[in-house]
T-cell receptor, first 112, second 111 residues
Framework: SAVISQKPSRDICQRGTSLTIQCQVD?????MFWYRQQPGQSLTLIAT?????????ESGFVIDKFPISRPNLTFSTLTVSNMSPEDSSIYLC?????????FGPGTRLTVL | QKEVEQNSGPLSVPEGAIASLNCTYS??????FFWYRQYSGKSPELIMS????GDKEDGRFTAQLNKASQYVSLLIRDSQPSDSATYLC???????????FGKGTKLSVKP
């Protein structure tokens, strides 16, 4: 299996600011994914992050709002830009290892 | 649009009973199927994966797949209060390996 860590675990931010979430995997993984989970809801895929290429965003999510970096096979960052209260959510990263997705513990974001 | 459907519950079963969780999916070409357990405030944890028709057993958990009916289920035998959680069904979504999740079924096991 793969062990995934995320930083920060939670944050409270003011509207209009940006937050960068870091995701570290203990194994090299080809694909990393960023999901959002709003209270009481299931997981919604934001984007797929491949090393050496631009992230692929799902419908409704754009690079200007959620820029992603993937500098190597064990690390990725997601930035939530120009935040509004509607961005309050849990953000989860995952890595695909041996055809299975493993999840980080999540980042709980509250935007005031 | 690929979809995964689950009954949101809550499903309530007494301790020691069998809990049966169901899931249907829309894409007939789906090949990989997963059940994740998510405790409140925690991230999803993989409990079962299944790739071929039939049953797959792991301890108290049995996953069942019927590709003709586009149906996946999870049985939990001898349910324990510690099994109380939301169970998410997930199906492979495409060539990049992303998953499509159902909304989850909340299971409550009563002592």
């Amino acid at each position: 299996s793969a062990v995934i860590s995320q930083k920060p675990s939670r944050d409270i931010c003011q509207r209009g600011t940006s937050l960068t979430i870091q995701c570290q995997v203990d194994s090299q993984v080809t694909m990393m994914f960023w999901y959002r989970q709003q209270p009481g809801q299931s997981l919604t895929l934001i984007a797929t992050a491949n090393q050496g290429s631009e992230a692929t965003y799902e419908s409704g999510f754009v690079i200007d709002k959620f820029p992603i970096s993937r500098p190597n096979l064990t690390f990725s960052t997601l930035t939530v830009s120009n935040m509004s209260p509607e961005d309050s959510s849990i953000y989860l990263c995952s890595g695909s290892f041996m055809n299975t997705q493993y999840f980080g513990p999540g980042t709980r974001l509250t935007v005031l | 649009q690929k979809e995964v459907e689950q009954n949101s519950g809550p499903l309530s079963v007494p301790e020691g009973a069998i809990a049966s969780l169901n899931c249907t999916y829309s894409d007939r070409g789906s090949q990989s199927f997963f059940w994740y357990r998510q405790y409140s405030g925690k991230s999803p944890e993989l409990i079962m994966s299944i790739y071929s028709n039939g049953d797959k057993e792991d301890g108290r958990f049995t996953a069942q797949l019927n590709k003709a009916s586009q149906y996946v289920s999870l049985l939990i035998r001898d349910s324990q209060p510690s099994d109380s959680a939301t169970y998410l069904c997930a199906v492979n979504g495409g060539s990049q390996g992303n998953l499509i999740f159902g909304k989850g079924t909340k299971l409550s096991v009563k002592p």
